[in-house]
C-alpha cells in the first residue's frame, strides 16, 4: 500500500487492473474478495470539508518539469484607467454632495443616501463578479492540475484535487450515484492517473451527457433563427444573445453560476477557436443541397446560413463545455461536433419543411 486516505479502501477490498490514462476510460473491477471485512466509507455528503494545510496542498501537487512563465502584466493599464476614473467620480460625487448640502441639508442628506445606495449596489455587484471570476480561475487551475495528473506516473498527487472535486458536488442530488460509484471503486493502490480517470467516467461524464443536449437546443433554435430572421443585425444580436444564455446554462451543469458579464468574458475567450469556418461551410452547403429539392431557392439559401449560425452555436457550446469543467476531456470523452451537426441538419430540414407546407402548400398543389 502506497499511501492511505480516508475516502479510499484498502486495496484488499477493491483494486482496478490494468494501466488507466488519459486515452482510455477506467476499466470496472475484475473481483472481490469474499466480504469478510464490512468496508467503512465517510459519508461524503454529509461530511463537512476538511480544511486542507496550503503546505499539504503544495506538497501533493505533482512536480512539473516546465518553466515558469512570467505572465505579462496586461492589467496594469486598464487598472490605472480605472483607477483614475473612480478617483475622478469620487471626488466630483464628494464636492456635488457639499454643495448641495451647504444650499440645502435636506436636499444634501437625500443626494447622499441615494449616492450611498447607488455605491453600495455597484459595489455588490462588482464582488459578485470577482467571486464568479475567481470561480472560473479556480476551475481553470483543477484543469491544469488534472492535466499534469494524467500526464506523468504518479501515486499520492491527486488526492487534494479530487477531495476538492467531492466536496464541490456533494450537494448534487443527480450526481449522487456517480459519487458513490466512484467511492467504491477508487483504490488507494491506483495511480493518480486512474483516479481521475475514473473521476470523470463516472461522475463528470454524467454531466457531459446534460450538457449535449443544452448545446443542440441552443444551435437548432440560433439555426432556425437565422432562418426566417430578414435583418442581419437583428441575428447578430439574437446570436450573442443566445450564446450568452447557453454559456450560462453550460457552466450551471458543471456547478458554476456565471452573470451575463462573465459569461461574455468567457465567450470572447472561446472567439479564437471559431476563426476556422471550413466545417460550418460544408455543411451549410450540404444541407442546401438537401432542401432545395422541396422549398425555393431563397429558403434554401436561408438553410445554409442557418445551419451555418447553429454550428458556429454548437462550437461555442463545445468550447464552453472545455472551459467548465474541472477535469480535462479524456481522449475517448471529447465532445463531437459531428454528433451535433447531423442532429442539427435534420432539425433545420424538418422545420424549414414544415414552414415551406404551411406557407406555400396552396402554391405547390397549383
Known amino acids: 500500500m502506497r499511501f492511505s486516505h480516508p475516502w479510499i479502501a484498502s486495496p484488499d477490498l477493491a483494486t482496478v487492473n490494468g494501466a488507466t490514462n488519459r486515452h482510455t476510460q477506467p476499466a470496472p473491477p475484475q473481483g472481490r474478495l469474499p466480504d469478510t471485512t464490512r468496508r467503512v466509507e465517510p459519508d461524503i455528503f454529509n461530511d463537512t ?9 503544495c506538497a501533493s501537487e505533482p512536480e512539473t518539469d516546465h518553466p515558469t512563465v512570467q505572465r505579462h502584466p496586461s492589467w496594469r493599464l486598464p487598472g490605472l484607467l480605472t483607477f483614475l476614473i473612480v478617483s475622478m467620480l469620487t471626488a466630483s460625487s464628494v464636492q456635488l454632495t457639499s ?36 470561480q472560473l480561475r479556480k476551475v481553470t487551475s483543477w484543469q491544469n492540475q488534472g492535466d499534469q495528473l494524467l500526464d506523468r506516473e504518479s501515486y499520492g498527487h491527486a488526492y487534494p484535487l479530487l477531495r476538492r472535486l467531492l466536496h464541490f458536488y456533494r450537494g448534487r442530488s443527480d450526481l449522487r450515484l456517480g459519487l458513490e460509484s466512484f467511492q467504491r471503486e477508487v483504490d488507494d493502490d491506483m495511480e493518480d492517473a486512474e483516479q481521475v480517470a475514473l473521476f470523470s467516467a463516472r461522475v463528470l461524464s454524467q454531466i457531459d451527457g446534460q450538457a449535449y443536449p443544452v448545446v443542440l437546443r441552443h444551435a437548432s433554435g440560433s439555426a432556425l433563427l437565422a432562418t426566417v430572421t430578414p435583418l442581419l443585425w437583428l441575428d447578430a444580436l439574437l446570436f450573442i444573445w443566445r450564446s450568452l444564455n447557453m454559456i450560462q446554462e453550460i457552466a450551471a451543469l458543471y456547478g458554476l453560476r456565471l452573470s451575463k458579464l462573465n459569461a461574455a468574458l468567457l465567450l470572447k475567450d472561446n472567439l479564437g477557436s471559431l476563426l476556422g469556418a471550413g466545417a460550418a461551410d460544408l455543411a451549410a452547403h450540404g444541407i442546401t443541397q438537401q432542401v432545395t429539392d422541396s422549398l425555393t431557392a431563397v429558403l434554401a439559401a436561408r438553410a445554409g446560413q442557418g445551419v451555418a449560425n447553429g ?19 479524456l481522449d475517448d470523452e471529447q465532445p463531437s461536433l459531428a454528433r451535433i451537426a447531423k442532429a442539427l441538419q435534420q432539425e433545420v430540414k424538418n422545420g424549414l419543411t414544415s414552414t415551406a407546407q404551411k406557407f406555400f402548400g396552396g402554391e405547390t398543389k397549383k
Do not use: K, N, V
Request: glycine share 6%.
Open 49 to 57: 470539508p476538511p480544511a486542507l494545510e496550503r503546505t499539504e496542498h
Open 99 to 134: 454643495q448641495m448640502w451647504q444650499w440645502h441639508p435636506i436636499l444634501g442628506a437625500i443626494f447622499a443616501m441615494l449616492l450611498c445606495g447607488i455605491t453600495g449596489t455597484l459595489l455588490t455587484i462588482l464582488w459578485r463578479e470577482w467571486q464568479q471570476w475567481r
Open 311 to 329: 454550428l458556429y452555436m454548437a462550437r461555442i457550446g463545445l468550447e464552453s463545455m472545455h472551459a467548465c469543467r474541472p477535469l480535462p476531456f
